[in-house]
Antibody
Framework: EVQLLESGGGLVQPGGSLRLSCAAS????????MSWVRQAPGKGLEWVST????????YYADSVKGRFTISRDNSKSTLYLQMNSLRAEDTAVYYC??????????????WGQGTLVTVSS | EIVLTQSPGTLSLSPGERATLSCRAS???????LAWYQQKPGQAPRLLIY???SRATGIPDRFSGSGSGTDFTLTISRLEPEDFAVYYC?????????FGQGTKVEIK
């Protein structure tokens, strides 16, 4: 059974940094692209970033480009999201999700349970 | 960037009724790259349909997807109590992924 477990969320001040982690199990981690998708309180889903299985390709939404960095450690089956220069509008539940293939993904399945990031002074 | 517009925003129906949800794209989307998700309160989204019309593993056959180009539809043939939730469409194109704003299916 595929399992994705996010961690690292919490309260951070505007301008601060946070690193999210997503521990994966139940599949060959390096064979799949992985993504982060977020959901602001009471709002819809917003794609944040995707990384290929080999980590050779990364993709970012314009809203986070230059501030967030996605990475992965295939030896640890773990996905990361380094978030810098955080803003109030980054407040959301952050989900990690498994992709549909190695180089990119057409859909997201399954999703982790999410970790809440709150940016506030 | 392809914008997905879902309608209606809210659908009020009774158990046993048929639900028809629409997802319209601002540009043509390859059917291979259109998916639907269900999200219940306090839970992560769950993949229902991929490739516009293929059901994901374990999804009941009362859920079906159709469409092509810029118009896609998710149909729930007979609503069960557990189907009342928010539904999102999603597309991939040009290294960008976008979601619709969601349709809430609520009990009438």
């Amino acid at each position: 059974e595929v399992q994705l477990l996010e961690s690292g969320g919490g309260l951070v001040q505007p301008g601060g940094s946070l690193r999210l982690s997503c521990a994966a199990s139940g599949f060959t981690f390096s064979s799949y692209a992985m993504s982060w998708v977020r959901q602001a309180p009471g709002k819809g889903l917003e794609w944040v970033s995707t990384i290929s299985g080999s980590a050779s390709s990364t993709y970012y939404a314009d809203s986070v480009k230059g501030r967030f960095t996605i990475s992965r450690d295939n030896s640890k089956s773990t996905l990361y999201l380094q978030m810098n220069s955080l803003r109030a509008e980054d407040t959301a539940v952050y989900y990690c999700a498994k992709g549909s293939s190695t180089s990119y993904t057409r859909w997201f399945d399954p999703w982790g349970q999410g970790t809440l990031v709150t940016v506030s002074s | 960037e392809i914008v997905l517009t879902q309608s209606p925003g809210t659908l009020s129906l009774s158990p046993g009724e048929r639900a028809t949800l629409s997802c319209r794209a601002s540009q043509s989307v390859s059917s291979n790259y259109l998916a639907w998700y269900q999200q219940k309160p306090g839970q992560a989204p769950r993949l229902l349909i991929y490739g516009a019309s293929s059901r994901a593993t374990g999804i009941p056959d009362r859920f079906s997807g159709s469409g092509s180009g810029t118009d896609f539809t998710l149909t729930i043939s007979r609503l069960e109590p557990e189907d009342f939730a928010v539904y999102y469409c999603q597309q991939y194109g040009s290294s960008l992924w976008t979601f619709g704003q969601g349709t809430k299916v609520e009990i009438k």
